[in-house]
């Protein structure tokens, strides 16, 4: 592969990791399956979370930030792709997260606010032309969770006449 067809397959990795991201946040569960491959493996919180298959990764994310009293923000930053082969790549991409739940829990009557990073660690397949996601997971650098305070209101895209 040349130098230039291998800057066109970096930069079609980086859209499909932003791909990955927007489908998180939005809350798209179709968007999120288009860029998994069917026998995509993952695993969240340094394995605390760990999947085999498109469809056990997409139920644990829809059903862990699926309703409207969970909120994301994830960026993944930095990018370091390397193209291993025609229809293989990795990639170590820098992560940030932000969550807030409005669900009630131990200790936080009025929900929590997560802010943290981590280091994601991908591999990427190619399958009919298209990248997709192998494998994927992240490794926390550190993650502060404070409790909402009383009375603070949630509004999103899904519900902005609802305070929560």
Not at 11 to 31: C, F, G, M, N, S
Not at 119 to 140: F, H, L, P
Request: glycine letters at 10%.
């Amino acid at each position: 592969m040349d130098a230039i067809q291998e800057l066109v397959e970096i930069e079609a990795i980086k859209k499909l990791k932003a791909r990955y991201q927007r489908a998180v946040d939005t809350k798209d569960w179709e968007l999120m399956r288009s860029v998994l491959a069917p026998d995509a493996h993952s695993v969240y919180s340094d394995g605390k979370y760990a999947f085999d298959g498109r469809d056990a990764i997409v139920e644990f994310l829809s059903n862990g930030l699926g309703d409207s009293g969970v909120q994301s923000m994830h960026h993944a930053h930095t990018p370091e792709i390397e193209i291993t082969g025609e229809s293989t790549a990795t990639g170590t991409w820098y992560l940030e997260d932000f969550v807030v739940s409005a669900r009630p829990s131990d200790g936080a009557p009025d929900g929590t606010v997560l802010h943290g990073t981590g280091i994601y660690q991908d591999e990427y397949v190619k399958i009919d032309g298209a990248w997709q996601i192998q494998r994927t997971g992240y490794q926390r650098i550190f993650e502060d969770l404070q409790p909402r305070g009383a009375g603070s209101r949630l509004r999103t895209r899904w519900d902005a006449d609802k305070h929560l």
